[in-house]
């Protein structure tokens, strides 16, 4: 009888107990290997779609909100448990990060637009939209009136062609003036006034902000990027391999499955990206067979601070290994090298 009645509280408890572990969310999150997309439907150039056999694949980490019991997966193979502040950094809100991890997946598009059209010796052009929020310090007055993701427009109705137009205009004015800011928030454009403040920096006066220029990449040939949803830089370099072979009309897969990751730059610099291990992984569950890995060059103070850190393309190599799969890893420092490699 005392069985019979303990176990009446006691599953009830553990029923409790589990409901809470899963659904009850704490401030980590759990990494993990994501997907591996086709672009082919995510691209098209000249409203032509790529018929072409193969596929050029982006490829991403997932991430989750953890709880009690799913943070213990931080343990699995290729899992990684990050706190909030490892994965937003000076950012403060899911509405801020998701508005950054926008901006740099538009910006990393245009960067692969410049750089095909250039490397295919087409037109383009540069338009300068205005100076970009990327984070607000604690002392700003316009810490709860600006957001990160913000596109500033103009000051006191004065619009400028750079970013540094943009500073030397702030410098000039007096600290403690209120002025006036026009910025655009999720294509609304709205208006706000706050004094500036003395910059820790130089002592002159200033937002309190950090900024990039907001540009956009016009052609004369369209080009339509969907990218549905999927934020951060680093799938610049395989936009442009997609976008160039379009262009060119150039089949340089052959009928490869063909995956990868790094940050493009105009000058077609591949840089390093996170979690290449878990893209690695995603890559080889969808079939690839070569994956373009950035061997990027490790600064020394970094490596002296760091001395067991890895590039990139070790680090995709060591995940290959683990996994036991039949996935060419590729190093590349350059656009051209994947370029070369392909038409080998």
Known sequence: MKQKKRLNWLLPLILVVLVLGVAVPIPYYIESPGDAVSLSKMVTVDHQEDKEK???????VAIRRATPLLYFMRFLP????VTKAELYGEVESNQEFNNLQQ?????????AIELAFKTAGE????????????SITKNSKFKNLLQPGDTIISLNN????????????VKKQKIGETIQVKFKRQGVEKTVKAPLIEMEADKKAGLGISLVDDTTIKTDIPVDVNTDKIGGPSAGM???LEIYSQLKQQDLRRGREIAGTGTIAPDGTVGRIGGIDKKVVAASKEGATIFFAPDDEIDPAIKKKYPTIKTNYEEAKLAAEKINTKMKIVPIKTFQDAITYLEK
């Open 54 to 60: 193969g596929r050029f694949m982006l490829t991403t």
């Open 78 to 81: 290729f899992h990684e448990g």
């Open 103 to 111: 901006y740099y997946m538009t910006s990393s598009v245009n960067s």
């Open 123 to 134: 037109n383009y052009q540069t338009e300068y939209n205005g100076v970009y929020v990327m």
């Open 158 to 169: 004065q619009r400028f062609k750079s970013s540094k137009e943009f500073i030397d205009y």
């Open 238 to 240: 395989m936009f442009t």
